[in-house]
């Protein structure tokens, strides 16, 4: 942004510079050497300032449409070559010699020397796009040309010729007019810019939208990412996949659901194992099945105290003695 503020800023100070001084020495040629009426002269001095300015734009058109510049170019020499006899003229009328000359002439020459290369660079810029790379010679550095100049000089003839009797440099292709609208600039903006520099700057602009809508959105752009890759350089967490079993008790149920008593446990586990499980064992089945902690002399006291007592046997009433007859008294003779 400053380099474009420079250049306008230098292009507006030399042209500025170089129409003032040049319609004030063709002013004076017209006016006091010629006798040119003060109007007609002032009228000289802007037909050929603004003849100049109008080829420089049509030659500046030409170059950014891809067309051939060299009418805008050879009109723009012609009166830049008719300004430099005038101010000639009028060094050689004041005596000033070639400071004076030099003096009048050299704002039109340092413009018309900007300009070309401005057209220059322009015109290298839409010949790389066309895919037309023009030749140009081989970097062997000082000492390469110095020690081996003929060797140098055959190679660079050599790959001239490839250049031009081969296929290395394809025909131009027909210029394309450049997308002023807004979707246009933003996808040239998009193409100079690092692909995560692209997702930063999108976020920042819209930081409420998910990782698939601003993938896409940046897609149509021209930047070509996905929501993992967007997700990744915002940081985001991976989405988490729940799968629920639909035998699984509800949360309600498990929260809901009371938790077994010790005794009740030990009893069940006992029971499990067997009359003959040692204490140790009860433990460890409690602990697996329940999670409860309990230890070897609360298992054996409850176990104790939940033992059916054992069975007993209950007299029965003493069998009765027979009655004989004629004595009052069972297992007894007659006396």
């Known amino acids: 942004m400053h380099a474009r503020i420079i250049w306008w800023a230098s292009l507006t100070l030399i042209g500025g510079a170089a129409a003032g001084i040049t319609g004030w020495?063709?002013?004076?040629?017209?006016?006091?050497?010629?006798?040119?009426?003060?109007?007609l002269a002032l009228l000289t001095?802007?037909?050929?300032?603004?003849?100049?300015?109008?080829?420089?734009?049509?030659?500046?058109?030409a170059v950014q449409e891809g067309r051939s510049a060299l009418g805008p170019h050879l009109a723009t020499l012609g009166m830049a070559a008719i300004s430099v006899y005038l101010n000639r003229i009028h060094a050689q009328h004041i005596h000033g010699g070639i400071g004076a000359f030099l003096l009048f002439a050299?704002?039109?020459?340092?413009?018309?020397?900007?300009?070309?290369?401005?057209?220059?660079?322009?015109?290298?810029?839409?010949?790389a796009e066309a895919g037309d790379t023009p030749v140009t010679l081989p970097r062997y550095g000082l000492w390469g040309w110095l020690l081996a100049t003929e060797d140098a000089w055959a190679a660079t003839k050599q790959r001239a010729v490839t250049h031009v009797t081969g296929s290395a440099s394809p025909a131009p292709q027909p210029h394309q007019p450049v997308d002023r609208s807004a979707s246009g600039v933003l996808r040239r903006t998009f193409a100079d810019m690092d692909?995560?520099?692209?997702?930063?700057?999108?976020?920042?602009?819209?930081?409420?939208?998910?990782?698939?809508?601003?993938?896409?959105?940046?897609t149509s752009y021209g930047v070509?990412?996905?929501?993992?890759?967007?997700?990744?350089?915002?940081?985001?967490?991976?989405?988490?996949?729940?799968?629920?079993?639909?035998?699984a008790p509800d949360a309600a149920q498990v929260r809901s659901a009371p938790k077994p008593n010790k005794s009740t446990a030990i009893l069940d586990a006992a029971s499990a194992l067997g009359p003959d499980a040692k204490a140790a064992a009860v433990v460890e089945q409690v602990r697996r099945t329940t999670g409860l902690e309990v230890d070897e002399a609360y298992v054996r006291t409850v176990r104790s105290r939940n033992k059916p007592p054992a069975a007993t046997q209950q007299a029965g009433p003493p069998a009765a003695q027979p009655t004989l007859p004629g004595t009052g008294q069972g297992g007894e003779g007659y006396n």
């Open 195 to 218: 692909p995560a520099d692209a997702i930063r700057f999108a976020h920042s602009a819209t930081p409420h939208v998910p990782p698939g809508e601003l993938a896409a959105e940046l």
């Open 45 to 61: 001095a802007a037909v050929y300032d603004g003849t100049a300015i109008a080829a420089l734009y049509l030659a500046g058109q």
């Open 25 to 39: 020495s063709l002013y004076y040629v017209a006016h006091d050497i010629y006798g040119v009426p003060h109007g």
């Open 224 to 247: 070509h990412v996905s929501a993992v890759q967007v997700a990744l350089v915002l940081g985001h967490e991976p989405s988490r996949i729940t799968l629920e079993r639909s035998d």
């Open 106 to 127: 050299t704002p039109t020459v340092a413009l018309l020397l900007i300009t070309g290369l401005a057209w220059s660079a322009v015109r290298a810029r839409r010949r």
